[in-house]
């Protein structure tokens, strides 16, 4: 079964920490990059964070330095990663895992051949 499943979302404090996790299975697993993007209420879905098959990955400027995308890839299954560090008021949103085998710098929402059904993140001031 093709699917993306994205977990670990929660509420936490500023300044507090999560951990994401995407499970891929199917040909979602099989892609060139994958990453996270999120849609905060009343604004556009923006990228996160990428990463592609090389290793190289891409941050938004606003998680620079606080976020860190990971993948591990294990026998017909590949698990995606995003810890999350001092999270702030503004990282408030539903996240989504993606995955695309067309991979531009960075990744375009409107290009990707995947997506999870998203994991709500909440951080209270």
């Known amino acids: 079964q093709d699917q993306l499943q994205e977990s670990g979302g929660g509420s936490v404090h500023a300044g507090g920490s999560l951990r994401l996790s995407c499970e891929a299975s199917?040909?979602?697993?099989?892609?060139?990059?994958m990453g996270w993007f999120r849609r905060a209420p009343g604004k556009e879905r923006e990228g996160v964070a990428h990463?592609?098959?090389?290793?190289?990955?891409?941050?938004a400027d606003s998680v620079k330095g606080r976020f860190t995308v990971s993948q591990d890839n294990a026998e017909a299954k590949t698990t995606l990663y995003l810890q999350m560090n001092s999270l702030k008021p503004e990282d408030t949103g539903m996240y989504y895992c993606?995955?695309?085998?067309?991979?531009?710098?960075?990744?375009?929402?409107?290009?990707?051949?995947?997506w999870g059904q998203g994991t709500q993140v909440t951080i209270s001031s």
């Open positions: 993606v995955a695309a085998l067309t991979c531009p710098w960075p990744l375009s929402a409107r290009g990707l051949d995947y």
């Open positions: 199917g040909r979602p697993s099989q892609n060139n990059c």
């Open positions: 990463i592609y098959s090389s290793g190289i990955t891409w941050y």
